[in-house]
């Protein structure tokens, strides 16, 4: 494979690890020189909001400067925000506005930066001479090796080291990502300038109204409403289930630590049906590919659902990982293809800030339904949600039809409804 993806898929890799590290390390370091569990909750709530607001307007900006440049920027906000917190701590000491602060400053980078790769993804096809398909599946793959190890590293760091010694590890990974992008020519990040001449005079020069073009791209492709609609109800329903109902089930189950094994299992499904999805993503109708994962995401969350035992649990989740590799690369791959070139920032930024806006959304309604009225209705009611999300999507019309468009593949066509 040549230097392009391989740099890529690394970068990507060492930032998603990082946050993941970061994800399990920092409140756990919170916990430890403050003593307050109420700031690890205040900590969450301070970022969540600016890195939903950075998500949709950093979008602009990544639609005006070249891409590699972006994300370059963005790991080195994140390295920088991580890094401050230990030289704080060796001046004046550590407390809980430091931490927030940084937090806020760090959330700058974490979307932007997702947003900024995923923008990058179709110079990173036309210049590394890779299938879309092999590059989304190999994404994926690497992806949930990352959110297996991270978990780990970040337990496995806080019991080697202190915590100013672990801020240092993340904050590298985040450096360490930045310099490997720097591998890609500068040139494989320019956007493309290709419309036709009356596109290219529509460009509006606002930001608010470029943002707003962005949107009125997104919402009005029944495409990429429906695929972003079926996105949001699985970050849903994951988010519910691995965040309170099977952490609440192993807990009243006397088995907390199968909770780690079963996110495992999930883990280990992704990696394989990303794999899978590199390997032959090309052969055969991609209409198979969309309802094979569909389906099996179905299947898997109604296995999880039943609550049956703890084997049934760890069975499904493995289903859920291996359906959703499926699902995932080839929602990545129809992004490649669907999305406008001069618009992906907007776009994405706007996709990626509701997905991590969601969340707290599946977690809300699972602790609400479970307080109120059981814990196995809270995990049906989240199995219902996907299925309604699942027949929809299988039913749409704009999905129907998922094969490669003839000509260019950034969808440039204005008002084009896909």
């Given at each position: 494979?040549?230097?392009?993806?391989?740099?890529?898929?690394?970068?990507?890799?060492?930032?998603?690890?990082?946050?993941?590290?970061?994800?399990?390390?920092?409140?756990?370091?919170?916990?430890?020189?403050?003593?307050?569990?109420?700031?690890?909750?205040?900590?969450?709530?301070?970022?969540?909001?600016?890195?939903?607001?950075?998500?949709?307007?950093?979008?602009?900006?990544?639609?005006?400067?070249?891409?590699?440049?972006?994300?370059?920027?963005?790991?080195?906000?994140?390295?920088?925000?991580?890094?401050?917190?230990?030289?704080?701590?060796?001046?004046?000491?550590?407390?809980?506005?430091?931490?927030?602060?940084?937090?806020?400053?760090?959330?700058?980078?974490?979307?932007?930066g997702l947003t900024a790769r995923d923008a990058l993804l179709p110079a990173i096809v036309r210049h590394g001479k890779v299938s879309s398909?092999?590059?989304?599946?190999?994404?994926?793959?690497?992806?949930?090796?990352?959110?297996?190890?991270?978990?780990?590293?970040?337990?496995?760091?806080?019991?080697?080291?202190?915590?100013?010694?672990?801020?240092?590890?993340?904050?590298?990974?985040?450096?360490?990502?930045?310099?490997?992008?720097?591998?890609?020519?500068?040139?494989?990040?320019?956007?493309?300038?290709?419309?036709?001449?009356?596109?290219?005079?529509?460009?509006?020069?606002?930001?608010?109204?470029?943002?707003?073009?962005?949107?009125?791209?997104?919402?009005?492709?029944?495409?990429?409403?429906?695929?972003?609609?079926?996105?949001?109800?699985?970050?849903?329903?994951?988010?519910?289930?691995?965040?309170?109902v099977l952490p609440v089930y192993f807990t009243l189950a006397d088995q907390p630590g199968m909770l780690g094994y079963v996110l495992t299992?999930?883990?280990?499904?992704?990696?394989?049906?990303?794999?899978?999805?590199?390997l032959f993503g090309t052969r055969g109708r991609r209409r198979w590919w969309f309802v094979t994962g569909i389906v099996g995401t179905t299947?898997?969350?109604?296995?999880?659902?039943?609550?049956?035992?703890?084997?049934?649990?760890?069975?499904?989740?493995?289903?859920?990982?291996?359906?959703?590799?499926?699902?995932?690369?080839?929602?990545?791959?129809?992004?490649?293809?669907?999305?406008?070139?001069?618009?992906?920032?907007?776009?994405?930024?706007?996709?990626?800030?509701?997905?991590?806006?969601?969340?707290?959304?599946?977690?809300?309604?699972?602790?609400?339904?479970?307080?109120?009225?059981?814990?196995?209705?809270?995990?049906?009611?989240?199995?219902?949600?996907?299925?309604?999300?699942?027949?929809?999507?299988?039913?749409?019309?704009?999905?129907?039809?998922?094969?490669?468009?003839?000509?260019?593949?950034?969808?440039?066509?204005?008002?084009?409804?896909?």
């Amino acid at each position: 494979m040549r230097l392009v993806p391989v740099a890529y898929l690394a970068s990507y890799t060492l930032s998603l690890l990082g946050n993941s590290i970061a994800g399990i390390a920092l409140p756990l370091i919170v916990l430890q020189m403050t003593g307050s569990v109420l700031g690890m909750g205040a900590l969450a709530a301070a970022t969540a909001v600016p890195a939903v607001l950075a998500g949709l307007f950093m979008g602009v900006v990544i639609d005006r400067i070249n891409r590699r440049t972006s994300s370059v920027l963005t790991d080195l906000v994140s390295a920088a925000a991580i890094a401050a917190l230990p030289v704080v701590d060796l001046i004046t000491g550590l407390n809980l506005g430091w931490f927030i602060l940084f937090g806020i400053i760090g959330s700058v980078g974490d979307v932007p930066g997702l947003t900024a790769r995923d923008a990058l993804l179709p110079a990173i096809v036309r210049h590394g001479k890779v299938s879309s398909e092999r590059l989304m599946g190999m994404r994926e793959s690497l992806g949930a090796v990352a959110m297996l190890i991270g978990p780990a590293a970040a337990g496995t760091l806080m019991v080697l080291f202190d915590g100013s010694t672990v801020l240092w590890i993340t904050a590298a990974t985040s450096l360490l990502a930045a310099l490997l992008t720097l591998l890609i020519p500068h040139r494989v990040g320019d956007i493309a300038r290709d419309l036709p001449e009356a596109d290219a005079d529509a460009v509006p020069a606002s930001g608010w109204t470029q943002l707003r073009e962005g949107w009125r791209v997104l919402f009005r492709s029944r495409f990429l409403m429906a695929t972003t609609l079926l996105s949001l109800a699985s970050v849903v329903v994951l988010a519910a289930l691995q965040a309170l109902v099977l952490p609440v089930y192993f807990t009243l189950a006397d088995q907390p630590g199968m909770l780690g094994y079963v996110l495992t299992a999930l883990a280990a499904g992704m990696l394989l049906g990303g794999g899978s999805y590199a390997l032959f993503g090309t052969r055969g109708r991609r209409r198979w590919w969309f309802v094979t994962g569909i389906v099996g995401t179905t299947v898997g969350f109604a296995v999880v659902a039943t609550l049956a035992s703890v084997w049934v649990v760890f069975a499904g989740a493995f289903v859920v990982g291996l359906s959703g590799g499926l699902f995932s690369s080839l929602v990545g791959v129809l992004m490649i293809e669907r999305i406008p070139e001069q618009m992906r920032g907007r776009v994405m930024g706007t996709q990626n800030s509701m997905m991590t806006a969601a969340p707290p959304l599946g977690i809300v309604i699972a602790a609400v339904i479970t307080e109120f009225v059981s814990l196995d209705a809270a995990a049906i009611t989240l199995a219902g949600v996907w299925l309604v999300a699942a027949v929809v999507g299988l039913l749409a019309r704009s999905l129907r039809n998922l094969e490669r468009p003839e000509g260019p593949s950034t969808g440039t066509q204005r008002g084009r409804r896909w």
